[in-house]
């Protein structure tokens, strides 16, 4: 059966107070794990990952004429031409010369074929037109400079090919409207189109999106633009077997790209909703992707330790507890799957705007270099990671909702210095993975602004390497096992600024390691659904959120937290501790080298984990019984 947390990270309000001493007059702000009105510090940007597009929609791209010079009706007997241009042979019309045409009627199977040299530019206006060729492109361009497709207003056009392609035809064009140079679509009418063969709408050269009501239907990819993709204005509605919009040139770093600065998609693909070779830009627009079935399509295998895996169960461990292997994403049968990304780029996501809605079976946001978010909204559920880049991934501005996935945000460097990141994760919250021998660099996160609140079952906030916070709001909901933590780090964990609310399990608990605020972490239990609060001694909530579920280690972090005062903690009204604060971690809870592991009985601490600093990876003690450390599935790394 597959396992789904659909559960929304839970409201969380904090309640600020600028203190003079122990105690003082307190100013609320409430932040939700949904999105609130609540004004943030931003940090200060970062511009470490960029990208530009060298190709924009012109305005007169944006503004077509109808105006025509030659006329062609089909019908079924044949192809009438008007002017001067166009020549027609039975059902086959080809326009020989630049100029604007008025195309229109309606053919089973005949063709419109463009070859009047590189010079030229042609302009097509489509009047009523519905064709279809049982052996080609229904649209061919063959040479011209420019082609540009104008979809009149009040007209409803459709193109389709067939299966009798030539093997030749097949693997050089395959597309119900195909071109081998620029094409522009604008207009105000609609336009259907039927890739019965292969692909839908299909350029070798660029290929800009810029008005009308698009529905593409194909059997693999939905609508290429080779060297680029733009997509400015309009309704597109894509239906594909294969990748939705993709662009496909690897041979040249400018080109192979997607910009989408306005308009409404609709993208439900087999594969990937959206396939870049270099770089995704998205500044407006209105984007809907399911892909590969939706994240309800993947089932995520339990492992022996009641945490999730993705994988193929692979025992690696040294004492046979057992592991999972995270190379890959299968389907349900055990089979590695093909990519079914919502959007996947080669280099460089940037998000500027728009809104984007994603429910992928793969990752929904990927990129193999870097991803930027700097504003926008992203609606996000997947069967994989939410956003996931190999290199960087950034956060500047922005809200970003993750409903539901395997892990959250997931990069080798993670840095947030504003916007509003809600997620929920079945494996870990937030993970910078890899190792500096695999990426150039110590894995880490920085939080300097923004606000998170992360749902996890596994790790809420992991890194391999170190995680500093200098600012922001991190708020993690963490693990009720105790094979994970609400914070997991293998070197350090700084914190100078912003406030932190962890809640997890002991098991694996750590605190920050280097503060110059105060920190208070305490072992107690609280129930699911509870008011958890830090009170000064006059009784004024400082820090108050509601917890979504169970937690038995408490860890609290402000700016208003006073070394040398006394601070209370509340489950709903049941006092769980009470401690002075100091200059460090106070309370006796978990701390900066982590709490330890547990004994046989899966309660007593007594170490640490696997492989971390003071836990089992030789140095740590033994369990008070004598017995050999216990590794608990974990297998050494953060990720």
């Given at each position: 059966?597959?396992?789904?947390?659909?559960?929304?990270?839970?409201?969380?309000?904090?309640?600020?107070?600028?203190?003079?001493?122990?105690s003082?007059?307190?100013?609320?702000?409430?932040?939700?794990g949904?999105?609130?009105?609540?004004?943030?510090?931003?940090?200060?940007?970062?511009?470490?990952?960029t990208?530009?597009?060298?190709?924009?929609?012109?305005?007169?791209?944006?503004?077509?004429?109808?105006?025509?010079?030659?006329?062609?009706?089909?019908?079924s007997?044949?192809?009438?031409c008007?002017?001067?241009?166009?020549?027609?042979?039975?059902?086959?019309?080809?326009?020989?010369?630049?100029?604007?045409?008025?195309?229109?009627?309606?053919c089973?199977?005949?063709?419109?074929?463009?070859?009047?040299?590189?010079?030229?530019?042609?302009?097509?206006?489509?009047?009523?037109?519905?064709l279809?060729?049982?052996?080609?492109?229904?649209i061919?361009c063959?040479?011209?400079d420019?082609?540009?497709?104008t979809?009149?207003?009040?007209?409803?056009?459709?193109?389709?090919?067939?299966?009798?392609?030539?093997?030749?035809?097949?693997?050089?064009?395959?597309?119900?409207?195909?071109?081998?140079?620029?094409?522009?679509?604008?207009?105000?009418?609609?336009?259907?189109?039927?890739?019965?063969?292969?692909?839908?709408?299909?350029?070798?050269?660029g290929?800009?999106?810029?008005?009308?009501?698009?529905?593409?239907?194909?059997?693999?990819?939905?609508?290429?633009?080779?060297d680029?993709l733009?997509?400015?204005?309009?309704?597109?509605?894509?239906?594909?077997?294969?990748?939705?919009?993709?662009?496909?040139?690897?041979?040249?770093?400018?080109?192979?790209?997607?910009?989408?600065?306005?308009?409404?998609?609709?993208?439900?693909?087999?594969?990937?909703?959206?396939?870049?070779?270099?770089?995704?830009?998205?500044?407006?627009?209105?984007?809907?992707?399911?892909?590969?079935?939706?994240?309800a399509?993947?089932?995520?295998?339990p492992?022996?330790?009641?945490?999730?895996?993705?994988?193929?169960?692979?025992?690696?461990s040294?004492?046979?507890?057992?592991?999972?292997?995270?190379?890959?994403?299968?389907?349900?049968?055990?089979?590695?799957?093909?990519?079914?990304?919502?959007?996947?780029?080669?280099?460089?996501?940037?998000?500027?705007?728009?809104?984007?809605?994603a429910?992928?079976?793969?990752?929904?946001?990927?990129?193999?270099?870097?991803?930027?978010?700097?504003?926008?909204?992203?609606?996000?559920?997947?069967?994989?990671?939410?956003?996931?880049?190999?290199?960087?991934?950034?956060?500047?501005?922005?809200?970003?909702?993750?409903?539901?996935?395997?892990?959250?945000?997931?990069?080798?460097?993670?840095?947030?210095?504003?916007?509003?990141?809600?997620?929920?994760?079945?494996?870990?919250?937030?993970n910078?993975?890899?190792?500096?021998?695999?990426?150039?660099?110590?894995?880490?996160?920085?939080?300097?602004g923004?606000?998170?609140?992360?749902?996890?079952?596994?790790?809420?906030?992991?890194?391999?390497g170190?995680?500093?916070?200098?600012?922001?709001?991190?708020?993690v909901?963490?693990?009720?096992?105790?094979?994970n933590?609400?914070?997991?780090?293998?070197?350090?964990?700084?914190?100078?600024?912003?406030?932190?609310?962890?809640?997890?399990?002991?098991?694996?608990?750590?605190?920050?390691?280097?503060?110059?605020?105060?920190c208070?972490?305490?072992?107690?239990?609280?129930?699911?659904?509870?008011?958890?609060?830090?009170?000064?001694?006059?009784?004024?909530?400082?820090?108050?959120?509601?917890?979504p579920?169970?937690?038995?280690?408490?860890?609290?972090?402000?700016?208003?937290?006073?070394?040398?005062?006394?601070?209370?903690?509340?489950?709903?009204?049941?006092?769980?501790?009470?401690?002075?604060?100091?200059?460090?971690?106070?309370g006796?809870?978990?701390?900066g080298?982590?709490?330890?592991?547990?004994?046989?009985d899966?309660?007593?601490?007594?170490?640490?984990?696997?492989?971390?600093?003071?836990?089992?990876?030789?140095?740590?003690p033994?369990?008070?019984?004598?017995?050999?450390?216990?590794?608990?599935?974990?297998?050494?790394?953060?990720?």
């Amino acid at each position: 059966m597959r396992s789904c947390y659909k559960a929304l990270a839970a409201l969380c309000s904090l309640t600020l107070s600028v203190n003079t001493g122990c105690s003082g007059n307190v100013a609320s702000s409430d932040m939700s794990g949904e999105s609130s009105a609540t004004v943030l510090p931003t940090g200060e940007s970062t511009d470490r990952v960029t990208s530009t597009v060298p190709h924009k929609a012109s305005e007169k791209d944006l503004s077509p004429s109808s105006d025509c010079d030659s006329a062609v009706a089909f019908t079924s007997d044949g192809a009438q031409c008007m002017g001067s241009g166009v020549s027609a042979d039975g059902n086959v019309v080809t326009i020989s010369a630049a100029g604007s045409y008025s195309v229109s009627g309606s053919c089973s199977d005949g063709q419109l074929v463009i070859d009047c040299g590189k010079d030229g530019d042609v302009f097509i206006v489509l009047n009523g037109l519905d064709l279809t060729c049982s052996s080609g492109p229904a649209i061919l361009c063959e040479n011209a400079d420019n082609l540009t497709i104008t979809l009149n207003k009040n007209t409803q056009n459709s193109l389709s090919d067939g299966t009798g392609y030539s093997s030749e035809q097949a693997d050089d064009t395959g597309a119900a409207l195909f071109s081998r140079d620029t094409l522009v679509i604008n207009g105000d009418g609609s336009l259907t189109v039927n890739g019965a063969y292969k692909d839908g709408i299909k350029s070798k050269d660029g290929l800009k999106l810029c008005g009308g009501t698009i529905s593409v239907t194909a059997v693999e990819d939905g609508i290429i633009g080779k060297d680029y993709l733009l997509a400015a204005a309009g309704s597109i509605t894509v239906n594909s077997g294969a990748d939705g919009l993709k662009s496909t040139n690897s041979g040249d770093d400018e080109k192979g790209y997607v910009s989408i600065t306005g308009g409404d998609l609709t993208i439900i693909s087999g594969n990937d909703g959206i396939q870049v070779e270099t770089v995704l830009n998205i500044s407006d627009g209105d984007i809907n992707i399911t892909s590969g079935g939706g994240s309800a399509a993947v089932e995520h295998t339990p492992a022996k330790d009641n945490s999730f895996g993705k994988g193929h169960f692979r025992d690696f461990s040294t004492d046979g507890t057992g592991g999972f292997d995270f190379s890959d994403l299968t389907n349900s049968s055990g089979e590695s799957a093909e990519s079914m990304k919502a959007v996947k780029a080669g280099t460089t996501v940037t998000v500027s705007g728009g809104r984007i809605t994603a429910d992928s079976a793969d990752d929904a946001i990927h990129s193999n270099g870097d991803v930027n978010i700097s504003g926008g909204v992203l609606n996000l559920s997947t069967g994989d990671d939410g956003i996931h880049a190999d290199g960087l991934l950034v956060v500047e501005a922005g809200e970003i909702n993750i409903t539901e996935s395997y892990e959250g945000l997931e990069a080798p460097g993670i840095e947030i210095s504003g916007g509003t990141v809600s997620l929920v994760a079945l494996d870990d919250g937030l993970n910078a993975g890899g190792s500096s021998a695999d990426v150039g660099f110590t894995p880490y996160i920085t939080i300097s602004g923004g606000s998170v609140t992360a749902n996890a079952n596994g790790d809420g906030i992991d890194s391999n390497g170190t995680i500093s916070m200098s600012g922001g709001i991190l708020v993690v909901f963490g693990p009720t096992d105790n094979s994970n933590g609400a914070l997991d780090y293998e070197q350090s964990f700084a914190l100078s600024g912003g406030t932190l609310i962890a809640l997890g399990s002991k098991g694996m608990g750590q605190a920050p390691s280097t503060l110059s605020q105060p920190c208070i972490s305490i072992f107690s239990s609280a129930k699911a659904d509870t008011t958890i609060e830090v009170r000064d001694q006059d009784g004024n909530a400082i820090l108050s959120t509601i917890t979504p579920k169970e937690c038995t280690s408490l860890i609290f972090s402000s700016p208003d937290l006073v070394s040398g005062c006394e601070y209370s903690v509340y489950s709903d009204e049941v006092l769980l501790a009470t401690v002075t604060a100091t200059d460090g971690v106070s309370g006796g809870g978990a701390s900066g080298n982590g709490n330890g592991t547990w004994n046989r009985d899966g309660d007593t601490p007594w170490g640490g984990g696997f492989g971390k600093p003071g836990r089992n990876d030789g140095s740590a003690p033994a369990p008070p019984d004598g017995t050999p450390p216990v590794n608990n599935g974990d297998t050494g790394t953060a990720a």
